[in-house]
């Protein structure tokens, strides 16, 4: 299985590339009061990217045998994660008026970027960490 692990992990980012910007730009148009941010091509749409995102994810952890609740900056992401979905949820559809909307967006954003800066140094506390 570890001569799948380039492949698999070039999967994997490409679906959080994916991920993050169709949320993005989707987050954007609900912020402007566009209705094609809601529309459901680009929710499926959404659904299948994180689909593929999160069996990558299981993949990768299975091959380099680090798991979450075991090694800390997995941990770390999948908290995250949880956090990441609940703001986005606000953002897109949940929040209440256009600026709770627009607050939740820009925490997800955030949070996002926390998520990738753990995935980068392996580390619970991303750009925080000591070089």
């Known amino acids: 299985m570890t001569e799948l692990y380039p492949a ?3 999967l994997h980012i490409a679906a959080v590339a994916l991920s993050g ?10 912020a402007g009061g566009a209705t094609w941010a ?5 929710r499926y749409l959404s659904y ?6 999160l ?3 299981i993949a990768l952890a299975v091959i380099i045998h680090q798991y ?8 770390a992401k999948v908290v995250l994660l949880v956090v990441y979905i609940v ?11 256009r600026a709770i909307r627009l607050a939740c967006w820009l925490a997800a954003v ?10 980068r140094h392996h580390n619970a506390l991303g750009p925080f960490s000591p070089a």
Do not use: E
């Open 48 to 53: 299948a990217i994180d689909t593929v995102l």
């Open 110 to 119: 955030g949070v996002f970027a926390l998520i990738l800066s753990i995935a």
């Open 68 to 75: 979450p609740f075991v090694h800390g900056w997995l941990t």
């Open 87 to 97: 703001l986005g949820s606000f953002a897109l559809k949940r929040g209440r008026t």
């Open 55 to 57: 069996g990558a994810a």
């Open 38 to 42: 809601m529309a459901a091509p680009l």
């Open 8 to 10: 698999i992990r070039l």
């Open 21 to 30: 910007g169709l949320f993005f730009v989707r987050g954007l148009g609900v």
